[in-house]
């Protein structure tokens, strides 16, 4: 048991492979090379000062799942004074992803692994808090996020595919990507961001 614990703390990959039941039970986790070279590097990410990461998979690839939702939990298992932004293409998956990340972080084996792990008290849908006033803070694409800083921002799939060939909407993204995102880190110098997205268009 013991060895177990230290797993999950340790090596996200086998965390992922722990809980990704929790979160999709329906579907089957195939430890594929790429799922392994994903954690590895979602590892290496928090583990340099500064780091940015960009993940391009294609759809169905369990990205969004182990990025906004099983990453997020390991890190802020970790480390529960660390603040999270989780920014997804439109409402809808934000809410879901932060239903997600609540039913992880609830786990009796997640409790047991990371015990320094507690919830605060004014915890919403959207606005996951601890007890050392850490966060995940779910937004979507274009969302206010005024006033919130953040350790770790994790954009998750920031345009829809149908509107891919729009350029004001692609203008519109990148504009919020470079006057919001990347102003709302506390400390530019060590804090990442992470982008995952399936890779649609040159621009």
Known sequence: RQLLVSLLREDFGFFACCFFPAVRPEVGFD????????????SNMVRQPGRRLIVNLPPRALKSTLASVLFAAWVLGKAPEKRLLCASYNDQLARQF??????????????????????????????????LNGYRIATSVGGTVTGRGANLIIVDDPINASEISSEAERNRVKDWFDKVVQSRLDRQHEDHILLVMQRLHED
Do not use: M
């Open 31 to 42: 430890n594929e090379w790429y799922v392994q070279a994903l954690c590895h590097a979602l």
């Open 98 to 131: 932060s239903r997600d990340f609540r039913r992880v972080v609830e786990h009796p084996l997640f409790r047991e692994a990371f015990p320094r792990f507690r919830p605060g008290t004014k915890s919403t849908e959207t606005e996951i808090f601890t007890s």
